[in-house]
């Protein structure tokens, strides 16, 4: 299987700062087919996993434009250019090149100083 | 407005068995691909199993292939997730999720409220 290594596991960031976050995979995650299957979700407290970013760098219907992903091959990198309160939750790097396996980073969890 | 609702979880002792269901609503469901994924306690997501828009690909994650089985009903809009010989550690919150195409992604939009299931005696 492959594997997401989140870091930092945690971060506390002041509001109006950036915030960024790393994703490494174990394995290249550009399929054959051009796409690189790297997805970012966020759970919000109390809340259900919601999709933030997809295949790298888009984002999602919704999704602010302080969020922002980047990278390529196994190196990947969310940030946040100007945190907000209503940010905080716990991040997670997900892959999808590969199936039946796909698996999450551990989470990096984003608190508010 | 699409909507993922999750139900059936509870209390179940170790060895019994389990079925949760995901109601959909608000999106033609017989052409979107799903899956189920878990969160123990304090802990992250797992992904447990997929399914494909029509129901032929099912594809499980190692820990739980041969213990659960997914499946839909394309004509009632609900996703399934049987589950049997349940551990300790399947201790969880099931959520049901919808990807965002008709083959499995990976792209999850919308994820359901979850389920809580827990095993123990």
């Known amino acids: 299987d492959i594997v997401m290594t989140q870091t930092p596991l945690s971060l506390s960031v002041t509001p109006g700062q950036p915030a960024s976050m790393s994703c490494k995979s174990s394995?290249?995650?550009?399929?054959?087919?051009?796409?690189?299957?790297l997805y970012w979700y966020v759970q919000k407290p109390g809340q259900s996993p919601q999709l933030l970013i997809y295949?790298?760098?888009n984002r999602f219907s919704g999704v602010p434009e302080r969020f922002s992903g980047s990278g390529s091959g196994t190196d990947f990198t969310l940030k946040i250019s100007r945190v907000e309160a209503e940010d905080v939750g716990v991040y997670y790097c997900?892959?999808?090149?590969?199936?039946?396996?796909?698996?999450f980073g551990q989470g990096t969890k984003l608190e508010i100083k | 407005e699409v909507q993922l609702l999750e139900s059936g979880g509870g209390l179940v002792q170790p060895g019994g068995s389990l079925r949760l269901s995901c109601a959909a609503s608000?999106?033609?469901?017989?052409?979107?691909?799903m899956s189920w994924v878990r969160q123990a306690p304090g802990k992250g997501l797992e992904w447990l199993s997929a399914?494909?828009?029509?129901?032929?690909?099912?594809y499980y994650a190692d820990s739980v292939k041969g213990r659960v089985t997914i499946s839909r009903d394309n004509s009632k809009n609900i996703l399934y997730l049987q589950m049997n010989s349940l551990r300790a550690e399947d201790t969880a919150i099931y959520y049901c999720?919808?990807?965002?195409?008709?083959?499995?992604?990976?792209?999850?939009?919308?994820w359901g409220q979850g389920t809580l299931v827990t095993v123990s005696t």
């Open positions: 399914i494909s828009a029509t129901g032929d690909g099912r």
């Open positions: 999720a919808k990807d965002r195409y008709n083959w499995n992604k990976g792209e999850f939009d919308p």
């Open positions: 295949e790298i760098s």
């Open positions: 394995q290249s995650l550009l399929h054959s087919d051009g796409k690189t299957y």
């Open positions: 997900m892959q999808s090149i590969q199936l039946p396996s796909y698996t």
């Open positions: 608000g999106f033609t469901f017989s052409t979107y691909a």
